[in-house]
């Protein structure tokens, strides 16, 4: 589980899927009301209350990004405001939850020097193709469709970049895109 605090009052949590089958707990499990499910929540606020100093309590917004492969992101937003004729029980928390699911595989990278690096991987593992976007100075990889070992696409991904909760149609629409569907290639006989 990796946790990144966006705003004061914003944190990201991504989990792998690993992180939930350590849990005992799989994607689905998301749309089940299961103690599991609860208690892996409750355990992943305390965790950020505790790292980032944030006092978790009234409602909490959840934008949960089912990522393929990969595991999920969540979003949690702690709202500022109590209403003044609402009562307030110290320690309760109302969550509004909104799942989204993403079919491609999506993953960030600060520099152009870490796609490259992690073409050269996958090429060297007999993986190819992927589209390369870049959008406010940060590079996006995707790899859509069906995979044969998303997991091995996933951990060699991982290990030069970080998942996107972007959706690629944001890519699509206000990036720019550097190489179509044949990214790994292309850089592996550029920069070889």
Same mark, same amino acid.
């Given at each position: 589980?990796?946790?990144?605090?966006?705003?004061?009052?914003?944190?990201?949590?991504?989990?792998?899927?690993?992180?939930?089958?350590?849990?005992?707990?799989?994607?689905?499990?998301?749309?089940?009301?299961?103690?599991?499910?609860?208690?892996?929540?409750? #355990?992943?606020?305390? +965790?950020?209350?505790?790292?980032?100093?944030?006092? !978790?309590?009234?409602? *909490?917004? @959840? %934008?949960?990004?089912?990522?393929?492969?990969?595991?999920?992101?969540?979003?949690?937003?702690?709202? #500022?405001?109590?209403? +003044?004729?609402?009562?307030?029980?110290?320690?309760? !928390?109302?969550?509004? *939850?909104? @799942? %989204?699911?993403?079919?491609?595989?999506?993953?960030?990278?600060?520099?152009?020097?870490?796609?490259?690096?992690?073409?050269?991987?996958?090429?060297?593992?007999?993986?190819?193709?992927?589209?390369?976007?870049?959008?406010?100075?940060?590079?996006?990889?995707?790899?859509?469709?069906?995979?044969?070992?998303?997991?091995?696409?996933?951990?060699?991904?991982?290990?030069?970049?970080?998942?996107?909760?972007?959706?690629?149609?944001?890519?699509?629409?206000?990036?720019?895109?550097?190489?179509?569907?044949?990214?790994?290639?292309?850089?592996?006989?550029?920069?070889?």
């Amino acid at each position: 589980m990796r946790l990144e605090r966006l705003t004061y009052n914003k944190i990201k949590i991504f989990l792998t899927s690993d992180d939930l089958s350590d849990r005992g707990l799989t994607k689905e499990d998301i749309w089940k009301d299961s103690l599991k499910w609860h208690q892996l929540f409750h #355990d992943m606020l305390e +965790e950020a209350s505790d790292e980032f100093g944030l006092e !978790i309590l009234g409602t *909490v917004a @959840v %934008e949960i990004f089912s990522l393929q492969a990969q595991g999920m992101v969540m979003i949690v937003t702690v709202e #500022d405001e109590v209403l +003044e004729d609402e009562p307030f029980d110290e320690g309760y !928390i109302e969550m509004q *939850v909104s @799942v %989204e699911g993403c079919d491609d595989i999506l993953f960030e990278f600060p520099n152009i020097d870490d796609v490259i690096q992690m073409s050269k991987r996958l090429s060297a593992a007999g993986i190819g193709g992927g589209s390369l976007y870049c959008l406010e100075n940060v590079y996006y990889f995707s790899m859509g469709g069906k995979l044969q070992e998303p997991e091995k696409v996933v951990s060699l991904l991982a290990e030069y970049g970080n998942p996107s909760i972007f959706s690629i149609h944001r890519l699509i629409e206000y990036g720019k895109t550097i190489i179509k569907d044949k990214a790994v290639e292309t850089l592996v006989r550029h920069f070889s």
